[in-house]
């Protein structure tokens, strides 16, 4: 029943920026504490970005600085800014939710020298 959508990917320059957005369908949503993961081509899924229900963030030391994730709970959305990007930051991007494990279907930042 609960569904999450991913948006605003695309191709940017290096040094650029983006903003992710993530669509949680649901009741609880304000309940759980959100995550946004990333994987390129051929490495493994990893942590980017944290956000509890009470608003207590935590990132990747190699995005730290440079991306902010926020959540807006009377929309039911999560934000991921991405700034000052770099060519190693090209990975798909997912949102998750902590409680039942519930993924996106990512959304892809490509980002070009």
């Known amino acids: 029943q609960v569904q999450l959508v991913e948006s605003g990917g695309g191709l940017v320059q290096a040094g650029g920026s983006l903003r992710l957005s993530c669509a949680a369908s649901?009741?609880?949503?304000?309940?759980?504490?959100m995550d946004w993961y990333r994987q390129a081509p051929g490495k493994q899924r990893e942590l980017v970005a944290s956000?509890?229900?009470?608003?207590?963030?935590n990132y990747a030391d190699s995005v730290k600085g440079r991306f902010t994730i926020s959540r807006d709970n009377a929309k039911k959305m999560v934000y991921l800014q991405l700034n000052s990007l770099k060519p190693e930051d090209t990975a798909d991007y997912y949102c998750?939710?902590?409680?039942?494990?519930?993924w996106g279907q990512g959304t892809q930042v490509t980002v070009s020298s």
């Open positions: 956000i509890t229900s009470g608003g207590s963030t």
């Open positions: 649901g009741s609880i949503f304000s309940l759980n504490t």
């Open positions: 998750h939710r902590r409680t039942g494990n519930v």
